[in-house]
């Protein structure tokens, strides 16, 4: 399955923005996906994760309350609202896909399909 991440962009602190992944090549309406982002200088981090059923979602500490994920399997997309932005934000943003009926995971290396990633900046 191939990832396309788009929805990025440069927005103001407060802003919002919505992040999209479209699967093509293969549906990911079974798979559990996740978003990662990684800033300059620092590791890659997990932000937020949803499962192949879209009953559960997990966020990490600092988004939790300002973002969202959630999919429409029928247009193979999963959504990551971003809310509240703040200038600590600023990174590219990948989604990820695990293989189907798994549950989703906050470790990066559990996911063996990625998008190219989209740029995310926040001016303070």
């Known amino acids: 399955v191939q990832l396309q991440a788009s929805g990025g962009g440069l927005v103001q602190a407060g802003g919002s923005l919505r992040l999209s992944c479209a699967a093509s090549?293969?549906?990911?309406?079974?798979?559990?996906v996740a978003w990662f982002r990684r800033a300059p200088g620092k590791e890659r981090e997990f932000v937020a994760a949803?499962?192949?059923?879209?009953?559960?979602?997990e966020y990490s500490d600092s988004v939790k309350g300002r973002f969202t994920i959630s999919r429409d399997d029928a247009k193979s997309t999963v959504y990551l609202q971003m809310n509240s932005l703040r200038f600590e934000d600023t990174a590219g943003y990948y989604c990820?896909?695990?293989?189907?009926?798994?549950?989703?995971?906050?470790?990066?290396?559990?996911?063996?399909?990625w998008g190219q990633g989209t740029q995310v900046t926040v001016s303070s």
């Open positions: 990820a896909a695990r293989g189907p009926f798994l549950d989703a995971t906050r470790v990066s290396d559990g996911y063996e399909h």
């Open positions: 949803i499962s192949w059923s879209g009953r559960t979602t």
């Open positions: 090549g293969r549906t990911f309406s079974h798979s559990p």
